[in-house]
């Protein structure tokens, strides 16, 4: 296979990834219609149709899944034998792909990231911050950062630590509203409402056996967790948050705990993950082995420390 059908198998393989021209030239470092043209060459030279085109999405013929299946087989071996290569050397690198949450890798990885490319000067890093559920293998990701139960059987996982959620506000509002004493309280105060939690407009507390759901009044509701910590710091209201996100305020006194005797929930794992099925190459390696290193003690000084493995 020549440099030109490579670069066609590439394009082909990025399309049915991201689901658009678009994505795929974004991932690759092209134009979309680089790519639309490379997957044009790839048909003629095949002589069938592999993709559908629509205005909204673009996916895989019958013919193009049976293709790609065996494409991204064999590319896969390709890229492991690589890896498994390089792994020999003392040194990583090449290109290293990492998948992290969006607001948590921002605050929390980004800062760090020179740290990381300063100790590795051989390694190249793209890092990818998003929320969405992203695929490490089909997306082709070396490396990822989890928050939550890790479902996906295809990947293992390290433990960074054990994060959990509670309630905070800042002292100018709860000096002029009052302090919760119990859940019962929190309907007569104004909250924060994030619509991407999944009980929402509810939250959840827990002390011993009891339990009480409570049906928050949402003086503001967003979808963005950096606008709710935001809000709660300019006192609008009580928050449901998670430590990594308002460790810093807690620690200087912008945010106090609300009802710190009851639990929000029983706690999110944080992991470092990659997929179990290949050889961790020495860039894959360093980077997990980075990333334990400086959580070691989480920074936001409010979490256990993680569990040894």
């Known amino acids: 296979m020549n440099g030109v059908e490579t670069d066609q198998v590439q394009a082909f393989l990025a399309v049915l990834a991201t689901g658009s021209f678009t994505a795929a030239g974004r991932q690759l470092g092209r134009d979309g219609s680089v790519i639309s043209r490379r997957i044009a060459e790839l048909e003629t030279r095949l002589g069938i149709r592999l993709l559908e085109r629509s205005t909204r999405r673009v996916s895989a013929t019958e013919a193009g899944t049976r293709y790609r299946d065996r494409v991204r087989e064999a590319w896969d071996i390709m890229r492991d034998a690589e890896d498994e290569a390089r792994s020999q050397a003392a040194t990583p ?19 760090r990231m020179p740290e990381f490319l300063a100790r590795y000067p051989s390694l190249d890093v793209e890092c990818t911050y998003t929320d ?8 082709r990701f070396d490396v990822g950062v989890r928050i939550g139960k890790l479902e996906d059987s295809r990947l293992v996982a390290r433990p960074l630590a ?5 309630l905070c506000a800042s002292p100018d509002y709860l000096a002029a509203r009052g302090r919760p004493t119990k859940p ?3 309907m007569r105060h104004e909250c924060i409402g994030f619509s991407r939690l999944s009980t929402h407009p509810v939250w959840h507390l827990k002390r011993d056996d009891m339990h009480r759901a409570i ?16 809000a709660a710091r300019a006192g609008v209201g009580i928050m449901y948050g998670t430590d990594w996100l308002v460790g810093r305020e807690l620690q200087s006194g912008e945010l106090v705990q609300v009802l710190p005797g009851w639990k929000v929930d029983a ?37 256990r420390r993680r569990r040894a493995k």
């Open 184 to 186: 019962e309280d929190l």
């Open 93 to 111: 690198r090449g290109l290293l792909r990492i998948s992290l949450p969006a607001g948590f890798g921002r605050m929390w990885i980004a800062p």
């Open 215 to 230: 049906r928050i009044n949402a003086r503001m509701t967003t979808d963005e967790i950096d606008a709710v910590l935001h």
């Open 267 to 303: 706690g999110e794992q944080l992991s470092v993950v990659r997929a179990s099925s290949k050889h961790a190459a020495a860039k894959t390696r360093a980077f997990i082995d980075w990333v334990v290193q400086s959580f070691e003690t989480p920074p936001w000084g409010t979490t």
């Open 132 to 139: 969405r559920y992203v695929d490490l293998i089909e997306e």
């Open 162 to 166: 054990t994060m959990r959620r509670l």
